[in-house]
């Protein structure tokens, strides 16, 4: 009797743990239709992830769940989603799930592929690219052709600066010729030009991957990539006012110094900025406000002035200045009484900027500076100069 009683108490202890967990399990949704399935869903949700669309792509996963909470790819993508919310501590645990519940090759190259995404957007630690590598050679043990695996570690290599290697995976992507092949040719071609730059600075490399720079990052690749306080000290001539003055007038400038605008006081590049502001470039200027706006984007006319004056100062040929007034323009969308035309037309003469799109002949004047073009304009500015 005792051991009948015994055995109902376990059977109920039993029941009750199974009916517990079964409560708190996930509730598995149905399918409503032959396309709400796990496989599309994730599809449509990485789709959603490469425009940009976290939240939809979000959605998009999390149907997925409903489906199959256990689907190894759909966890992947709330973590690709978490890291790219800056969620890092969110994104390790669902890959965390992702990786217990893969199954298939397929599915472990994905997540092999989607550790690399996410380290490379945390960049957590200080070993975090050594963590990405080895994500990527367990991926291309499982398939030594998968693209993705060769160009999000490319995407690695540029994060860590390193545009030697990133080129190379990302020639690898293209010499595959399945997927990605369009972004890496882009990304190909960029670390190719930031190459021929060769920017010498660890702030040079940085600005290099900029789509347009700011005056901030103009004065700073002045300061430090043209070095242009050495620059102007060895090549510019020196002028001396031995011109009678009271002393109290020597004294007055005597105390003269660089006003510091207010706006660059916490700036991290303030020390490159007041350099310039010392010194004195065309285009980087404090504006009649008293402020220098470091944030402002910089267009490829006022570039293409900023190296003119560079150029004239170095070199000493004033003329330069007026070389090409009243040509006719070979820009069609450039004016030659315009009064950057000049400037334009001295810069391209020389080689140190280019046309904006070959096709059309446009120089694009009102267009940003991406940061790899303002490096290459540098580097062959140095090259004329021998300066280096």
Known sequence: MRETKKSWFILFVVSLFLFTFAACAPKVRKPVSELDTPQHHTFSGLKLLDEGKTKEALREFNLALELEPKYSMAHAGVALVAA???????????????????????EKLFVHVSRIRIYTLGKLDKNWLEKARDEFDDAIKIDPQASAAYYYMGMAYKTALDFSQAGQMFRKVIDINKEYVRQADKEWNLTQKIERAMPGTITGKKIALLEKITRADAAALFMEELRIDNLYRKRTIKTFDTSFKTPEKAKSQAGVSTKIPQDIAEHPLKTDILGILEIGVRGLESYPDGLFHPYD?????????????????????????????????????LRSDLPFFNAVMVVTSRGFMEVQDFTSGEFAPHKPVAGVDALLAIRKFKEELKFF
């Open 297 to 333: 984007f910089v267009d490829r006319a006022t570039y293409a002035m900023m190296i003119e004056d560079i150029l004239i100062k170095v070199t000493g040929d004033n003329t330069l200045a007026t070389k090409f007034i009243g040509q006719t323009s070979p820009f069609p969308d």
């Open 84 to 106: 790219l919310n800056a969620d890092f501590k969110g994104a390790m645990e669902s890959i965390k799930k992702a990786d217990k519940y893969a199954k298939s090759n397929e």
